[in-house]
Structure formats: C-alpha cells, structure tokens
C-alpha cells in the first residue's frame, strides 16, 4: 500500500469518503469567504446542488445556507 492508501485505511475510510470529506472542507473555506453556495457547489466538483445539499447535511448537521448565516451572523 502506498503512504496515503494506508492513512486511509487505517482510518476506515474509503477513498471516496476522504475526497467527499475533501471537498466540504473546501467548501466551508468557500462559504466562508462569501462564495456564493452555487458557486461552491460546482468549485468542489458536485455535479449537482442537491448532491452537495446532502453532503454538506450529512457531514455537519447543517444545510450550507445555514452554516453561511451562522457565520455571518454578529
């Protein structure tokens, strides 16, 4: 196994798994600077908003909107 295979593994995560967690984190990054969520959508490679909806739901408890006015609030 290669360096990153083992990482992945020895963490019970498929590949799959570790790019999806890849790309949210990206995303958070990009919500967080105002990136419109469209847009974030399509820059971490979701073929579709309701794929990443679910994603980002599943993931963090929260809808990508949510999280964008959690932040932005005072």
């Known amino acids: 196994l290669v360096g990153s295979e083992m990482c ?7 590949l799959h798994q570790y790019i999806l967690k890849k790309r949210l984190l990206q995303s958070k990054k990009l919500i ?13 490679g979701f073929n579709d908003y ?4 679910r994603a980002f739901k599943s993931e963090y408890g929260i809808t990508p909107k949510q ?6 609030s005072p």
């Open 32 to 44: 967080e600077n105002n990136v419109p969520i469209a847009e974030v959508c399509t820059k971490c």
């Open 50 to 53: 309701s794929h990443f909806f």
């Open 67 to 72: 999280y964008h006015s959690l932040i932005s």
């Open 8 to 14: 992945i593994r020895d963490r019970n995560s498929t």
